[in-house]
């Protein structure tokens, strides 16, 4: 069976399970300082991967169905009315009393580059497998689950042990260098994974790649060899590559400028995704991806709020 074969009769539908918190993005005019406070433009937006993905999928049409856990704060209460106005089914997202919200903080030089970020995501702990057994009709009635790796692993083995079940695909994203071992005892379950070049090396247990094309492929070809049906690497600026059983192939980056980096990824997949439950080629539905990515680039914040297919189209390099 082809690795597309699997969308073919896919539900346009999809379950998204991980982070959902507040970004605090710091853009600093300058280079950097020791023992000094330095001039920053600073934004806040809601983020998390989940949460991005969900975004995206909704805004281009998408039935989403979205599984989180926020704090009984403002912030948690907030995501949660914001989201539910663009459209994502908030069913299954969890408030948890006592408990903050998570945080992402990142701090950019002067060049768009991140060069410090942390994440406190503390309150995704809470969300236990028992959690993910009260709504495990939705995995009836999707067809395709997303996660990311904040969530604990005891969650994860339930969750690809439901999608199991259910026979419905998982995509994954390993979200950083330290969580993505989460995934490698599921590789040979994984539909689609999109990790940066740095990500792939540790799913892999490979020492080092380099975000060059040759060396993309190489990563996107191991991953597959480990069992992932579809490997989408990203190479920053360099562009994606990508491999299946079948395929690989390379897409160059679209130029353009930066403005605010955070949240380019999750644009990446949502669309890819997009694309390939509408039974559109591999290549085509990365391509998307790509124009999905620059948007996003060019936007303050972590989801392009004007995103529709028309506007993927507009961007997109043949």
């Known amino acids: 069976m082809s690795s597309l074969d699997y969308f073919m009769d896919a539900k346009k539908s999809v379950l998204v399970i991980g982070a959902a918190g507040m970004d605090i993005i710091a853009n600093m005019v300058r280079s950097p300082a020791n023992g000094t406070s330095m001039p920053?433009?600073?934004?806040?937006?809601?983020?998390?991967?989940?949460?991005?993905?969900?975004?995206?999928?909704?805004?281009?049409?998408?039935?989403?169905?979205?599984?989180?856990?926020?704090?009984?704060?403002?912030?948690?209460?907030?995501?949660?009315?914001?989201?539910?106005?663009?459209?994502?089914?908030?069913?299954?997202?969890?408030?948890?009393?006592?408990?903050?919200?998570?945080?992402?903080?990142?701090?950019?030089?002067h060049e768009r580059n991140v060069r410090l970020a942390m994440g406190d995501m503390q309150i995704l702990k809470y969300l236990s497998s028992k959690k993910i057994q009260q709504f495990s009709d939705?995995?009836?009635?999707?067809?395709?689950?997303?996660?990311?790796?904040?969530?604990?692993?005891?969650?994860?083995?339930?969750?690809?042990?439901?999608?199991?079940?259910?026979k419905v695909p998982v995509c994954v994203d390993p979200t950083s260098t330290l969580l993505a071992t989460r995934f490698r005892p599921y590789l040979d379950q994984v539909m689609m994974v999109n990790p940066n070049i740095y990500e792939a090396a540790i799913l892999c247990n490979h020492g080092v790649y380099t975000n060059e094309p040759d060396s993309g492929l190489q990563a996107a070809r191991c991953l597959v060899n480990r069992g992932v049906r579809i490997a989408i690497v990203s190479l920053a600026e360099s562009g994606v590559c990508y491999a299946t059983a079948e395929t690989s192939g390379y897409i160059p980056a679209i130029n353009t400028k930066i403005i605010d980096p955070i949240g380019v990824g999750d644009a990446l997949s949502a669309a890819t995704i997009f694309g390939l439950l509408n039974q559109m080629p591999l290549d085509e539905s990365i391509r998307l991806g790509v124009s999905a990515a620059t948007l996003t680039l060019r936007n303050i914040g972590t989801v392009y709020p004007g995103l529709t297919l028309d506007r993927l189209y507009s961007e997109l390099v043949i």
């Open 40 to 109: 920053a433009s600073i934004r806040s937006s809601f983020g998390g991967v989940a949460r991005n993905i969900a975004e995206n999928l909704s805004r281009l049409g998408l039935d989403v169905f979205l599984m989180t856990i926020v704090g009984d704060d403002f912030y948690g209460k907030a995501l949660l009315d914001k989201i539910e106005e663009i459209g994502v089914d908030t069913r299954a997202c969890f408030i948890l009393d006592k408990q903050r919200t998570g945080i992402y903080l990142a701090a950019l030089d």
């Open 138 to 166: 939705l995995f009836s009635n999707v067809g395709l689950v997303y996660l990311d790796a904040n969530i604990p692993p005891k969650t994860i083995r339930t969750i690809f042990d439901l999608a199991f079940q259910e």
